[in-house]
């Protein structure tokens, strides 16, 4: 996994619980090249001295050439540590992070983008959001939040033309009607959306209902694996080491591998780091993670800490 350094620039409150960070690169080179809708994964070192956890967070910002990108995190104060040790960095800090990769991608052709965000998913559809209008493209934006002082970049969303910001007050019956908001699918119309799971799964089975096809609709989550309500066990054989297994509809294959004895390689169990990252020998896998590009999946590449499969038996290389 290819590295390369960062400074932070400077750190803004955006909410009660949400810092944007301002990075720069120290030679002021530009960053790799990315697009919109790709994350950044962050080298965090992890309490108690354990080896280095990672943790992505989305590029706000559109790629240019001046050496600066800027990402947003929201603490989390029951989560694994990292956002707390992001929030505590200052200006000076050094970050060191990953190539940025992308499974988010707007399509290349030309197309009517539908954009809808809740939450802390806000930040890849504002970085899409700046690309379209950078490009003189039009988009329609939908950004849910529970209130105005917990949505971060609130006033940039609401200046954008056909932008528009929607607040519940923690009853998502006071929000807006997802059919109304989704309508039906017209030719070259396509939606993404980024957010909790549970609002990303309301939309996507709210669009299917409606008719829209599976090509026009994009997603990214941000912790773990979207559950919807329908997991089912499958079978795993591990080809090397001669284990068969199944597993349970609310386990992943590597919670079953660590009860079964076994050793994985992992780091952040979130699939975001690709570090346990296997090969598929047969079978159908149903990809669930963020961190693995379309070619690498197409080779057969598989993260066991949230991946599934379609099919009811999986031969992993393991």
């Known amino acids: 996994m290819s590295t390369f350094d960062l400074c932070v620039e400077r750190v803004e409150a955006l909410a009660p619980r949400i810092k944007r960070f301002i990075l720069a690169t120290p030679d002021g080179r530009p960053v790799p090249a990315y697009t919109a ?10 309490e108690g001295g354990a080896r280095a956890m990672h943790r992505a967070y989305s590029l706000v910002s559109p790629w240019d050439e001046s ?6 995190v929201q603490l989390e104060p029951g989560g694994a540590g990292g956002s707390r040790w992001m929030h505590a960095l200052a200006a000076g800090a050094t970050l060191k992070a990953a190539t940025p990769r992308n499974q988010f991608e707007l399509d290349a052709r ?58 519940d007050g ?15 699918h017209a030719p070259q119309r396509h939606l993404y959306v980024c957010g909790p799971k549970p609002f990303i799964a ?33 079978t795993v054989v591990l080809a090397a080491s001669g284990h068969e297994f199944e597993v349970p509809a609310d386990r992943s294959v590597m ?10 390689l992992f ?5 975001e780091c690709g570090i346990c990252a296997t090969r598929v020998l047969a079978g159908e896998a149903d990809h669930r993670d963020i961190c693995l590009s379309a070619q690498d999946r197409a080779a057969g590449q598989f993260c066991p800490c949230v991946s599934r499969a379609r099919s009811g038996r999986l031969v992993l290389e393991l």
């Open 37 to 46: 809708g790709a994350h950044l994964a962050f080298e965090i070192p992890h």
């Open 67 to 72: 050496g600066r990108c800027e990402i947003a």
């Open 110 to 167: 030309p197309h009517s983008p539908l954009l809808l965000a809740a939450g802390i998913g806000v930040t890849p559809i504002l970085c899409m959001a700046r690309e379209l209008r950078r490009q003189g493209g039009a988009f329609e934006l939908h950004y849910l939040a529970r209130e105005a002082a917990l949505a971060a970049y609130r006033e940039e969303i609401e200046s954008l033309p056909g932008a528009h910001c929607w607040f």
């Open 170 to 184: 923690g009853d998502p019956a006071q929000g807006p009607d997802l059919r109304w908001l989704i309508g039906a």
């Open 202 to 234: 309301a939309v996507l089975d709210t669009a299917r209902a409606l008719g829209w096809p599976e090509p026009a609709l994009h997603c990214e989550l941000f912790s773990g694996s979207l559950d919807t309500g329908s997991e089912r066990p499958f």
């Open 255 to 264: 919670d079953v591998m660590e009860a079964r004895g076994l050793d994985p």
């Open 267 to 271: 780091d952040c169990r979130r699939g």
